[in-house]
Nanobody, 115 residues
Framework: QVRLVESGGGLVQPGGSLRLSCEAS???????MGWYRQAPGKQRELVAA???????NYADSVKGRFTISRDNAKNMVYLQMSSLRPEDTAVYYC??????????WGQGTQVTVSS
């Protein structure tokens, strides 16, 4: 079973950047990978996803600001976030799926955008 561990969260000022990393304990080359976030009092939402072929999709709220990427050789998935806004504040989670079936969630990493 794949385990996912996120890192890279923290406190950043509005307009700043952060890069989140998701490290998998096993091979992810056949999995679709996604970044989700959950703000206090809100439902968890998809931020960005990348399938095994490298095709990406993004929530409208982050298009042009966030970039998802993967390195299958290192079993890593990244989320580069720029032009951060206070409304991006949330716990960010990494998720693996395969053929539409849930595989694993990470434990989450906190991102706080505040001056």
């Amino acid at each position: 079973q794949v385990r996912l561990v996120e890192s890279g969260g923290g406190l950043v000022q509005p307009g700043g950047s952060l890069r989140l990393s998701c490290e998998a304990s096993g091979s992810i080359f056949a999995n679709s990978m996604g970044w989700y976030r959950q703000a206090p009092g809100k439902q968890r939402e998809l931020v960005a996803a990348i399938n095994s072929g490298g095709t990406t999709n993004y929530a409208d709220s982050v298009k042009g600001r966030f970039t998802i990427s993967r390195d299958n050789a290192k079993n890593m998935v990244y989320l580069q976030m720029s032009s951060l806004r206070p409304e991006d504040t949330a716990v960010y989670y990494c998720k693996a799926t395969r053929l539409g079936v849930h595989v694993a969630w990470g434990q989450g990493t906190q991102v706080t955008v505040s001056s």
